[in-house]
């Protein structure tokens, strides 16, 4: 079905860089929010940021000021920029749309393995 397709991540030194970016394998009718999650060894997975297409972003406390997200068609996009070691994770791409107004449905990516150290 829906594939997410998740690029951009590695290993960088703290205070580094890194983009990701994230493409849908199909256009949706109407997509409602789209964005990141990441999940860090023996945590639960938590949101990064987020964009609607008002456009209205949403970003955890942890990477105000530090990540930005966009939007471009089908696809999204999360610049990462003073990077720190609590940051390391695997990120997962997530999708909102809304194929009819009462039927919503949730895609997710397979991840991206973000490693931050010196």
């Known amino acids: 079905q829906v594939q997410l397709v998740e690029s951009g991540g590695g290993w960088v030194q703290p205070g580094g860089s890194l983009r990701l970016s994230c493409a849908a394998s199909?256009?949706?009718?109407?997509?409602?929010?789209r964005g990141w999650y990441r999940q860090a060894p023996g945590k639960q997975r938590e949101l990064v940021a987020t964009i609607t297409n008002v456009p209205k972003t949403n970003y955890a406390t942890s990477v105000k000021d530090r990540f930005t997200v966009s939007r471009d068609k089908n696809t999204v996009s999360l610049q990462m920029n003073s990077l720190k070691p609590e940051d390391t994770a695997v990120y997962y791409c997530?999708?909102?749309?809304?194929?009819?107004?009462?039927?919503?449905?949730?895609?997710w990516g397979q991840g991206t393995r973000v490693t931050v150290s010196s």
């Open positions: 997530y999708v909102e749309v809304s194929s009819t107004p009462a039927r919503r449905s949730d895609y």
């Open positions: 199909e256009s949706f009718f109407s997509i409602n929010v």
